[in-house]
């Protein structure tokens, strides 16, 4: 009955009592995607529900904005909090409010408590304006803090404080992203946004369709009718369709036919694809995304490569990917690559010598890059292996030969070398030593 649905040649919408009429025949990329869904992937929220009742509020002439090219922009980093304004007013309190949430505070865990205990004092002096709200809600919903973010729609309530489309855009992202969320609060959220006579803009389609983890593609089929802009979702639509097991370059075509192909983030999500489903055309793809584009890698395309060999169990080929790409793309910010070397070294299980110089030895190279709750999680383990280790103690000489060692042999002067038996005897000498397990 779905798939009738799906290859239907009519969408009805019945806002308005408009038809649209299908007249091309379904992408091969969507059509494989459709083909090779799994209904079963999320039993507690039925996907297809929630389009259906998107489609009926949907307005004939979206909003054009910004809120979600927003969301997904990283926050400025900071390490201390805003000191509170000299003079304490609505405006004032509005202004330190904003301050204080549009940052990110990951390298501190102090400053992200005394954010939460500071928010709860400010939203109780009253005064707080919708934009503040909103930016408070934000900051919860990054965060999934499902909590959180309903006290804050429950504390606007109280205030009188009517919301926007954007308070709803982003109670829709944090319900969709949250894995206990029934088909049911989504549908009532709909709901709401009728009786307020609230209509979709763009951001809320791309945020629908950015937390879909089954029926995407229907949702996607819709836009492409309606003609709406997928520029801003293009890395999603790699992701989504790598997940159904679309193969590359039909993920690639479908790019280039709706010409969303462009820049470096959907070149990396491509590059994320090809690793997941063909690695051994990775580098074709680079090549040819150099040639054509003129494309040149960043720290995230080298991340990418880390991540995907330590979580092939291959840690000490993501080093030295990480080393080979920092050097091919001439990176100056190498530092996040050893940060993801030391968020996967925290779960292997190796002898407590090993673990403890390969965690000083990321975090040495890593410098202060690495989160608190990382520095605190690492540190911990540390102990319980060690009780004499003392994390942040001054390396020793022997330590710094060691790490200057790995430099050196975990480096690939020509093209990467994918075998280890393939490698140096340095190399597989190393790799025993430090990366291998030992009775």
């Given at each position: ?150 006290m804050i729609k429950k504390r606007m ?128 793809y680079i090549d040819h995304a150099s ?149």
């Open positions: 009955m779905l798939k009738n649905h799906v290859r239907s040649s009519l969408f009805r919408w019945r806002k308005g009592c408009r038809t649209f009429t299908r007249l091309n025949k379904l992408h091969p990329a969507l059509e494989l995607q459709f083909s090779n869904t799994e209904k079963t992937s999320r039993k507690s929220l039925d996907e297809t529900k929630v389009i259906e009742a998107l489609r009926l509020l949907t307005p004939r002439d979206l909003v054009q904005d910004i809120q979600y090219s927003n969301f997904r922009k990283a926050r400025p980093i900071k390490h201390y909090p805003l000191p509170p304004p000299k003079n304490l007013e609505a405006s004032s309190i509005n202004r330190y409010t904003r301050a204080l949430v549009e940052a990110n505070y990951q390298y501190s865990l102090q400053a992200e408590n005394y954010i939460d205990q500071t928010l709860q004092d400010l939203i109780s002096t009253g005064v707080l304006d919708l934009e503040t709200y909103n930016c408070i809600l934000e900051y919860y919903v990054r965060k999934v803090n499902y909590g959180c973010a309903g309530d109280e205030d009188y404080v009517e919301p926007d489309i954007r308070t709803y855009n982003l109670l829709l992202q944090l319900y969709l992203k949250f894995d206990k969320t029934s088909t049911r609060s989504v549908l009532s959220l709909f709901e709401k946004m009728r009786e307020a006579k609230m209509e979709p803009n763009l951001s809320s389609l791309y945020f629908v369709y950015s937390n879909l983890k089954q029926m995407d593609h229907l949702l996607l089929e819709d836009m492409m009718v309606m003609k709406v802009p997928l520029d801003s979702i293009n890395t999603v639509i790699v992701r989504n369709m790598c997940r159904s097991g679309v193969p590359p370059k039909l993920i690639l075509q479908f790019l280039e036919d709706q010409k969303i192909h462009s820049g470096i983030p959907v070149k990396n999500a491509m590059i994320e694809a090809y690793l997941k489903l063909e690695p051994a055309s990775v580098f074709e040639q054509s584009d003129a494309f040149k890698g960043n720290t995230k395309t080298a991340k990418l490569f880390v991540s995907h060999y330590c979580t092939k169990g291959e840690p000490y080929f993501g080093l030295s990917y990480g080393k080979y790409l920092a050097e091919k793309f001439r990176l100056t910010n190498t530092e996040e690559i050893y940060v993801t070397m030391l968020s996967h070294h925290l779960n292997v299980v190796l002898s407590p010598k090993q673990w403890i110089l390969l965690a000083r030895y990321y975090y040495h190279k890593a410098k202060k890059l690495v989160p608190a709750k990382l520095k605190n999680q690492i540190s911990s383990k540390s102990l319980q292996l060690d009780s004499n280790t003392d994390f942040n103690e001054e390396f020793t000489k022997h330590e710094l030969q060691v790490f200057r060692n790995i430099d050196s042999v975990f480096r690939w002067k020509g093209a990467p070398i994918m075998k280890l038996s393939d490698n140096t005897l340095e190399y597989q000498r190393l790799v025993e030593e430090y990366f291998m397990k030992t009775n």
